[in-house]
Structures are given as C-alpha cells and as structure tokens.
C-alpha cells in the first residue's frame, strides 16, 4: 500500500503563486510515477502533472507556469504553481502508479490516490 497526503491548498489571488506538497509513504518503490490531477465543480478529473524517471510533464494549460518536483530524501512531491488563474481553481490530487508512459495522463492508471486538497484562485 502507499500513503498520500496532500497540503497546501487555500485561497489566492490571481497572479499569486502556491506550492502543493504530497507526502507520500508505504511501498512507493512498487510505483514508478507520481502526479498531480484536479478537478474543479462540475467537471472531470483533469491531469496537470507527472514526475516519472526524473522527466516531467505537463497539461498545456499549465506549462510554464506549474513545476513538478520530487525530493527522495523527504519523501514529498510539490507542485509549484505561479500565475495562478481562476480556471486553477480545482481540488487537487496527489496521485501515485505505474502507468505505461502512454496512458502517464489517464487517472484510471494510478492506483493510489490523496484526499484532494482544495485551490481557490479569485479574479
């Protein structure tokens, strides 16, 4: 089993930025990727990041703005996020599994998952 749990969350401004920390434990060796979902009211899930083999990746929407990160020796993985929009407004979750790099964006591929931490971005 693997233990996530997210923090960081809370209310800004437009233009603020915030970083999300995912504290992870358990058997995280048994997984190979880790990532970052959202999804705001009224909406699907929506992938934002990935972190897998030291590559990184990215929804369009968030590229250049959003930054992936993952510290070992801790044992966290951040999501530093600038320029943050009201579109950014979203639960956000921590995610951790093995998918195959073509399904890296496919929630339904990660078998651990956070209890969301919420981002409000007001305009």
């Known amino acids: 089993q693997v233990q996530l749990v997210e923090s960081g969350g809370g209310l800004v401004q437009a233009g603020d930025s915030l970083r999300l920390s995912c504290a992870t434990s358990?058997?995280?060796?048994?997984?190979?990727?880790m990532a970052w979902f959202r999804q705001a009211a009224g909406k699907e899930q929506e992938f934002v990041a990935a972190?897998?083999?030291?590559?990184?990746y990215y929804h369009d929407s968030v590229k250049g703005r959003f930054t992936i990160s993952r510290d070992s020796a801790k044992n966290t993985v951040d999501l530093q996020m600038n320029k943050l929009k009201p579109e950014d407004t979203a639960v956000y979750y921590c995610?951790?599994?093995?998918?195959?790099?073509?399904?890296?964006?496919?929630?339904?591929?990660?078998?651990?998952w956070g209890q969301g931490t919420r981002l409000t971005v007001s305009s």
């Open positions: 358990g058997r995280t060796f048994s997984t190979n990727t």
């Open positions: 995610a951790a599994g093995t998918p195959i790099l073509s399904e890296i964006r496919n929630g339904k591929m990660y078998s651990y």
């Open positions: 972190i897998r083999s030291g590559r990184t």
